[in-house]
């Protein structure tokens, strides 16, 4: 694990295990970006920026997520959030599983931020920057994975080891 995390600068150019790849301007601006990465099976990252950051498996299964400086991961029946506490020496992670309420706190933000993403793109309210296929089969590929993860009924994936 890295010592010290920065923030990528061009995702889009480096996140080439994800063959199927764009980026959204979430503002008017530009400055806001969308990154989505979407690879064989179904398996997608959405990326907020630096944080917010989700990532699912083929199923729609939420697998990991990062957000407000921590990384979360999956333990099947809830999250585990682990927190990074650095010495001169060593980084370590410090585990918290999460109770029902904060799990459901992290998944409703999820849910919004995902719905808010599927109901731009289907009033075409959300500017795609770049991607590395067709445009408008690019899109309906974001919009039927937002559907997916959304439709679970058990949205975690099995614990991650």
Same mark, same amino acid.
């Given at each position: ?16 295990a994800y063959p ?9 601006? !530009? ?36 957000? !407000?400086?921590?990384?979360?991961? %999956? ?17 370590t992670l410090v ?9 459901? %706190?992290v998944l409703a933000?999820?849910? %919004?931020?995902?719905?808010?993403? #599927?109901?731009?793109? %289907?009033?075409?309210? +959300? ?19 937002? #559907?997916?993860? +959304? ?11």
């Amino acid at each position: 694990m890295a010592r010290i995390e920065e923030d990528r600068e061009d995702l889009f150019g480096e996140a080439t295990a994800y063959p199927q790849r764009g980026e959204f301007a979430l503002s008017e601006d !530009e400055h806001d970006v969308l990154f989505v990465g979407l690879k064989p099976g179904m398996k997608a990252a959405f990326y907020f920026g630096a944080d917010p950051v989700y990532q699912f498996d083929g199923q729609g299964k939420l697998r990991r997520v990062y957000r !407000e400086g921590a990384l979360y991961r %999956s333990q099947g029946a809830t999250l585990a959030q682990l927190i990074r506490e650095r010495t001169a020496e060593q980084t370590t992670l410090v585990r918290h599983d999460l109770t029902p309420a904060e799990l459901q %706190s992290v998944l409703a933000e999820m849910r %919004s931020h995902l719905q808010d993403i #599927q109901q731009r793109l %289907s009033e075409h309210n +959300l500017p795609l920057l770049r991607c590395t296929i067709d445009a408008n089969v690019f899109r309906e590929a974001v919009q039927n994975a937002c #559907q997916t993860i +959304l439709d679970q009924k058990e949205p975690l994936a099995p614990a991650l080891k």
